[in-house]
């Protein structure tokens, strides 16, 4: 009989990889920035399954809105279109595609947990359309639009504890990680009170957050079919795509 496969062990070396990669570029002052994200980017695109584009950029909407510069955006990779990218390897995104966002920080502490909601905010912010499609020949009406899941991102944290105090103020984040102490989870019921607060140990804090990020994926599916129409009536002044039924 072969011997069984340790997973926890096999998630625990990709937690060691990437808490020994940003607690080198945290101590390198000069570089931290931007290869931070890049360290998430890369742990994110290593195992999210392929309907899942992770990358770094700016979210708008139909009507020319714009977000704050997100750090990490998981957005759809089968459905809907790419826009725009530039040459440092920054997108914009349409809101419509993207299914989380994620701010990266050295720590999760107030002052960081406050910035991180309003860079979330502005995108949830953002308008977004819902589409119908056709399905082995038959029209499926549009799908309600998916709750786009904001989460922080830190090599170090506060007490859990007082996370937990903070979330009541700051609800435009669902989830996150800081490697050397806790990964966390907030419910909340349909008015945004908080209903339940879970958090790991410091030694499952990725191996939690792995589970955490795929399983809250899960629960959303597929998002929401994008309009594109509404995208070409603000941009095209020649000619209308015509809106039927569908």
Known sequence: MNEKMNIKTLLKTKQAI????LSILIDHPVTKGDQCESAWIDYFRSFLPNKYAVDKGFVFDAEGNVSEQIDIIIYDA????????????EKFITAESVYA???SKPKIQKSTIEYTNLKISSVSKLKRSSRGMINAGQIV??????????GILAVDSIDSKNIKKYMDDYLYIDIGCAIKSTSFIVSRDNKNKMIDFKFSSSDESILSFFYIILDELYKLGTVAGIDIRNYSDTTLSSMKIMKEDL
């Open 141 to 150: 009406a549009p799908r309600a639009l998916t709750h786009i899941i904001g």
């Open 18 to 21: 990437l808490e020994s990669k």
């Open 78 to 89: 089968l459905y809907t279109p790419l826009i725009f990218g530039t040459d440092s390897g």
């Open 101 to 103: 966002v994620f701010d």
